[in-house]
């Protein structure tokens, strides 16, 4: 008799499009298990239906918890095949859970290279992309002397963190006395030149192989930093056409990392001059309503793609991109000129979904989002302005 696989779908309840991942597993005959800290009753009903069992743990943060989750499944269900979140949150656990277990995928002994952003810059300046100048800081001297090197502006981050959380732009001395008032005395820091550009990004999906099977690129309207202090609108979108340069480095980085099975985005800054500089590399989808706009934008099911690759190492949508997609938010506190009503009629076929956004990730989506699509840009970005208005 043939193994049935089992993949265990790690925060099976968050965020809740990821549910797609467990329809589509189930779909061509794997066994998905869920764990999770929402109740089973939470889950969508279609969630119900597509996970044969759900492990509620208290915490989620508790690895004691996770690991008898996983023991548990194990026993009842024999060799598990697969372990993943899709979520950059969980990276850690994930992978510590596979090396306890034996799964493949990234193991606990490739965290130090994937999750310090000091790390990621030195492999990519191993495969000669560019990258922003800086290092970790030591303490209030080392800052000022690498200060003296860098010239302000500089921006300062976790050199192992998610997004845009305690990321810090110091203009001049005061920043910095502040920042080292009320920064947390746990975390090392990396401390980097400012870049002025646009941010593009380089996503997409290895095969078992590494092979790389699907691409896309967002690019951005400002950089998160600055949509979470401003508060102002933010929109990002998919291009019809990825510039060759992105991609070249994108693929030298990709292949320095060896991703197998796994999704990635990489962001990179855009600058002045029109050449591209790496900002860093994230071993998931894109956030938010992201992996969705992957489907509006090639009329796909990613969803379907990515357990094709799980069962059978294969991907079989056509990759042609025959819509720009964008998603924008509307921040809480200000007035806007449309209500959804308006936004419904005013977009048409153009508005693909419109989104109540997950508390977490209020501070950089907005607490409203609107997903739009349309074949050439200047449609798009009228329907963006109709929306923000």
């Known amino acids: 008799m043939s193994h049935v696989m089992n993949f265990i779908l790690v925060s099976a309840h968050f965020p809740k499009n990821y549910q797609y991942f467990a329809h589509r597993l189930k779909d061509v005959g794997i066994n998905v298990l869920g764990i999770g800290d929402g109740s089973y009753e939470s889950l969508p009903e279609a969630s119900k239906q597509s996970l044969t069992e759900y492990y509620r743990v208290d915490s989620m943060d508790d690895y004691e918890q996770m690991y008898r989750a996983v023991a548990y499944f194990a026993f009842k269900y024999g060799k598990i095949d697969r372990i993943e979140s899709h979520n950059e949150h969980w990276l850690e656990t994930d992978a510590r859970l596979r090396s306890d277990f034996n799964v493949f995928g990234f193991k606990a002994s490739d965290m130090e290279r994937v999750k310090r952003k000091s790390s990621m810059k030195k492999v990519f300046r191993s495969v000669n992309v560019p990258a922003a100048r800086g290092r970790v800081i030591s303490d209030l001297v080392d800052a000022k002397r690498l200060i003296e090197e860098l010239a302000y502006p500089v921006v300062v981050k976790p050199d192992s963190g998610v997004g845009a959380n305690d990321t810090w732009k110091l203009n001049d001395a005061d920043d910095l006395a502040r920042f080292y008032r009320e920064k947390d005395e746990q975390q090392a820091y990396i401390m980097e030149e400012y870049i002025e550009g646009t941010i593009h990004s380089f996503d997409g999906l290895t095969d078992k192989d590494g092979k790389i099977v699907f691409t896309s690129s ?172």
């Open 218 to 389: 967002y690019v951005y309207n400002q950089g998160v930093l600055d949509a979470v202090t401003t508060n102002s609108s933010f929109f990002y979108y998919i291009d019809r056409a990825i510039p060759q340069a992105l991609e070249d480095y994108g693929r030298k980085i990709v292949a320095a990392f060896e991703l197998k099975e796994r999704f990635f985005h990489i962001e990179f800054f855009e600058r002045v001059d029109g050449s591209y500089m790496a900002l860093e590399i994230n071993f998931r989808p894109p956030g938010g309503a992201g992996v969705e706009m992957f489907n509006y934008a090639n009329d796909m099911d990613i969803f379907a793609e990515y357990a094709n690759i799980v069962k059978h190492n294969r991907f079989e949508a056509e990759i042609s991109r025959p819509y720009y997609c964008a998603y924008m938010s509307r921040k809480a506190g200000r007035t806007f000129a449309h209500n959804n009503e308006a936004i419904k009629a005013y977009c048409g076929e153009h508005l693909m979904k419109l989104i109540e956004v997950p508390k977490a990730f209020v501070p950089v989506l907005g607490s409203n989002g609107y997903v739009v699509r349309a074949s050439d840009k200047e449609t798009l970005l009228d329907t963006l302005a109709y929306i923000d208005a």
